[in-house]
């Protein structure tokens, strides 16, 4: 099977840098994914990590360590409107498809 | 182009009704996805679809069917609806990059 940790929450100000951290234990590890989601809102797909190092998206950066089993998504120049919750979320390779498996999410709070 | 669609957006059931969740993509995905999100948590697996013709179980199947129509639909029913099945549902296709449907409020009574 697979498990996925997460902070449950994470709080910054405006203006400043967070990093939102995800460990996962998987047989079938082929790729790890971020999505953002607000509240009332549905997923939506932030960044996808299959090799190591560094993934840049403007203002958001994903990071992949797969011999440490880690990854975590970096935010900098965060916005009032940044504040949503953010789950990680690793593909199942064991049937040979691209199931995802999520995390329970970090919800992050921007104050100003 | 709209996405994913899913309809309805709210719905209340009794116990023991039973009702369809449709959704479908202009995206043209192979893969489909449906998931269950309840409060806090994250989304779990209910069942999917690699392609048209083909449905298989996720994490949390019991209680649920599917229906591959054609490639752009793939509909979830509750035969027998339960209280433990109020959650938000949110369709899904896509392979490394998954677009979600708006979702579907549920509740169960």
């Known amino acids: 099977g697979q498990s996925l940790e997460q902070p449950s929450e994470v709080t910054a100000v405006e203006g400043a840098i967070v990093q939102i951290n995800c460990t996962y234990q998987?047989?079938?590890?082929?790729?790890l994914s971020w999505y953002q989601q607000h509240d009332g809102g549905a997923p939506t797909f932030l960044s996808y990590n299959a090799l190591d190092g560094l993934e840049e998206t403007g203002r958001f950066s994903s990071f992949l360590s797969r011999s440490d089993s880690y990854g975590y998504l970096l935010l900098q120049e965060l916005q009032m409107k940044d504040s949503a919750s953010y789950f990680c979320?690793?593909?199942?390779?064991?049937?040979?498809?691209?199931?995802?498996?999520f995390g329970t999410g970090t919800r992050l709070l921007v104050s100003p | 182009n709209a996405g994913v669609t899913q309809t309805p957006k709210f719905q209340v059931l009794k116990t023991g009704q039973s009702m369809t969740l449709q959704c479908a993509q202009d995206?043209?995905?192979?893969?489909m996805y449906w998931y269950r999100q309840d409060p806090g948590m994250g989304l779990r697996l209910i069942y999917y679809?690699?392609?048209?013709?083909?449905?298989d179980k996720g994490e949390v199947p019991n209680g649920y069917n599917v229906s591959r129509l054609n490639k752009r639909e793939f509909s979830l029913r509750l035969e027998s609806a339960a209280p433990s099945q109020t959650s938000v549902y949110f369709c899904?296709?896509?392979?490394?990059?998954?677009?979600f449907g708006p979702g579907t409020r549920l509740t169960v009574l």
């Open positions: 899904a296709g896509g392979g490394d990059e998954q677009f």
């Open positions: 679809s690699a392609s048209e013709g083909t449905t």
């Open positions: 995206m043209n995905h192979n893969s």
């Open positions: 979320a690793v593909r199942d390779q064991n049937t040979g498809f691209q199931k995802l498996v």
């Open positions: 998987t047989s079938g590890f082929y790729g």
